[in-house]
């Protein structure tokens, strides 16, 4: 039943947008195409109007890209590091610290929205997608510094001791040891952020502005845009195309994903 919920408008959108735009004024929503089209999907991703602009979706897929890849390495890079630190090397401030990250990883973003948006204006990054990137990564890192803490707490701490008395130094360990050892909770935080930054509407329609608007801003614009039509098939078609990137990630990687809850990736 709770899959039908879901998979139902699934299909009502996935054959919508293979119908011309007589068959959908006909009302018959579950039926099949008589007349399969791609014409819908081609303007979906070339001539979609939002506003004024009629470039398509495919500059927001662009722009989308654009703040998935800095938020990534920005994310992943540093909340790697301070949860190996957290879980392995002795630190007075430990556990003030996580106790401070466990709180900042359960505070709604429209507390700090306006905090947020005076920092980044200040720094000359609103509007931007570099903006949009740092914003992400500022949001994500209190969890996923929690979720590498944890994997981390795992290791040995003998093996750490023994590197540091082989003359191993912080980095030369996180390097040689740490991240040789990181492969499935990597992959379980690299789905975890391509999903939320990828779907993200929020954070893009707050710090993007005009230029910087990521897919599902422009979807969103697109969809609410009026021209005397509403052009079901190409909405539907849009809709999919957004949603495709991170299904295919998550088919790709789902079995990985499994393995890296499974080696203790979550777990506290």
């Not at 004024?52 to 654009?66: H, P, Q, R, V, Y």
């Not at 992943?76 to 900042?104: D, E, H, K, P, Q």
């Not at 003998?158 to 540091?164: D, G, K, N, P, R």
Request: charged share 5%.
């Amino acid at each position: 039943m709770c899959v039908a919920f879901v998979c139902v408008p699934l299909y009502v959108v996935f054959v919508t947008s293979f119908k011309p735009i007589e068959e959908i004024t006909l009302g018959h929503i579950f039926s099949l195409p008589v007349s399969w089209t791609v014409t819908p999907w081609y303007k979906a991703w070339n001539t979609l109007c939002t506003g004024l602009s009629c470039d398509g979706i495919k500059s927001g897929f662009f722009n989308s890209l654009a703040i998935l890849f800095p938020s990534l390495v920005l994310s992943i890079s540093l909340s790697s590091v301070t949860g190996y630190a957290l879980a392995l090397w002795n630190i007075r401030w430990a556990g003030t610290f996580l106790f401070v990250l466990f709180i900042c990883a359960f505070v709604p973003f429209q507390i700090i929205m306006i905090p947020l948006i005076l920092i980044v204006s200040n720094m000359g990054l609103f509007g931007t997608v570099w903006g949009i990137a740092l914003v992400h990564a500022i949001l994500t890192m209190p969890l996923l510094t929690l979720i590498f803490r944890n994997f981390y707490k795992d290791i040995p701490q003998e093996l750490i001791s023994a590197a540091i008395m082989d003359s191993g130094s912080f980095w030369l360990i996180y390097r040689k040891i740490i991240l040789p050892m990181s492969a499935n909770i990597m992959i379980v935080v690299l789905i975890l952020m391509i999903t939320t930054v990828w779907n993200d509407y929020l954070v893009g329609l707050t710090f993007g502005g005009i230029g910087a608007a990521p897919m599902t801003v422009i979807l969103a614009n697109a969809v609410i845009t009026s021209r005397g039509e509403v052009i079901h098939n190409v909405n539907m078609a849009a809709a999919l195309l957004t949603a495709i990137p991170p299904l295919v990630v998550y088919f790709a990687l789902g079995r990985f994903f499994v393995q890296g809850i499974t080696a203790g990736a979550i777990k506290g």
